[in-house]
């Protein structure tokens, strides 16, 4: 298996080591609200979270690049990390894409892809001349490449819906289990903006626009769950399942305010896509279960960092 540093030094090999900062996601912001499941979603799994109690929720909103300084209008993926204070003390968390499928399988791919992508210093490109064979080998990366370099800029982090991309097994309080798919669906609708009028927006236009708004309106998003049919791949976060599967609208998640608790004063704030809670599993899908151990990676550099306030 390929080695978590090779990950982490190969994300840092394309968008540059920035101490104190996220290896990759490495600009966001954190808002909070709360979380409150539907009567469906509760009979999905019996999760701490989902049994219509409304849970305290924190969320960052984010570019997917290593690059604090990029800004906002360049066209990459977003993320949407979505963590929730369970009843008992513990937590869960959930993380989030605004792609419809990941672009590689394994680790090992990761890798080679992620510095197959490094940009030639001469043109400030990929070289072609390696990814074009590459891609042609790995044609299950078609689907996430098409979607991150067809992505306008959003209007707002609040008008983008986010994908969870992994299956996970969600098992109700009889014992029943379903594997599915989650996303966060904006109940501002999605809307994106063309490359120059995001621009004259400036560099930090998603970073402000969002406590602007919700200064101003509530900011939802529902979460629907996508659960399979027999064969569908568990363990492939390349191969999006077929729109005619049967949905759930599970829950609501309604953002309020800053947060004004995480990340100060030193404090490390880590979301992972493997902290379930009872009634939720993780499937096998070796990204899965390799994205703690890259992100153990970063938060060790990030924590560490001789610059952090
Ligand atoms: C092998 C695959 C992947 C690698 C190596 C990777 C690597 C990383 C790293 C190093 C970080 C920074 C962690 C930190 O310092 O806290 C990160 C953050 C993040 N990743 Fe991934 N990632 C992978 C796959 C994914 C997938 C499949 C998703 C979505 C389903 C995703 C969504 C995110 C999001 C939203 C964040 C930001 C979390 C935050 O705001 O703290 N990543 N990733």
Redesign the pocket.
């Known amino acids: 298996m390929g080695m978590p540093e090779d990950?982490?030094d190969a994300?840092n090999d394309v968008s540059g080591r920035h101490p104190g900062h996220?290896?990759?996601?490495a600009k966001?912001t954190l808002v909070s609200g709360s979380f409150t499941a539907t009567p469906e979603g509760s009979r999905l799994t019996r999760a701490a979270h989902m049994r219509g109690e409304p849970v305290r929720a924190t969320v960052?909103f984010?570019n997917g690049g290593g690059d604090p300084g990029r800004p906002d209008y360049a066209r990459e993926g977003r993320?949407?990390?979505v963590k929730l204070y369970l009843p008992d003390g513990s937590r869960t968390d959930m993380?989030?894409?605004s792609l419809p499928a990941?672009f590689?399988r394994t680790?090992e791919d990761?890798i080679e892809f992620t510095r197959l992508r490094k940009p030639d210093p001469e043109t400030g490109k990929p070289d072609m001349q390696r990814m074009g064979p590459w891609l042609g080998d790995h044609p299950e990366a078609g689907p996430a490449i098409q979607a991150s370099l067809a992505a306008e800029p959003p209007a707002s982090y609040a008008q983008v819906a986010y994908?969870?991309?992994?299956a996970f097994r969600w098992t109700s309080a009889d014992g029943e289990g379903r594997w599915v798919r989650f996303s966060w669906q904006p109940a501002a609708g999605e809307a994106a903006l063309d490359g120059g009028q995001a621009r004259e927006l400036g560099a930090d236009y998603l970073q402000t626009e969002i406590h602007e708004r919700i200064g101003r309106e509530p900011v939802a998003f529902r979460l629907v769950v996508r659960i399979a049919a027999e064969g569908d791949p568990l363990d492939d976060?390349t191969a999006i399942w077929p729109d005619d599967r049967e949905t759930v609208e599970a829950g609501r998640l309604e953002l309020t305010g800053q947060d004004s608790e995480r990340e100060r004063g030193g404090d490390i704030?880590?979301?992972d896509?493997t902290r379930v809670t009872d009634g939720i599993e993780l499937s096998e899908d070796p990204?899965l279960n390799?994205?703690p151990r890259?992100?153990s990676?970063?938060?060790e550099r990030?924590a560490g960092a001789s610059d952090r306030p």
């Open positions: 990950a982490v994300i996220r290896a990759a996601h966001g960052r984010s993320g949407m990390a993380v989030a894409l990941f590689v680790p990761f994908n969870g991309i992994h976060p704030l880590v979301f896509p990204i390799f994205r890259a992100y990676v970063s938060i990030r």
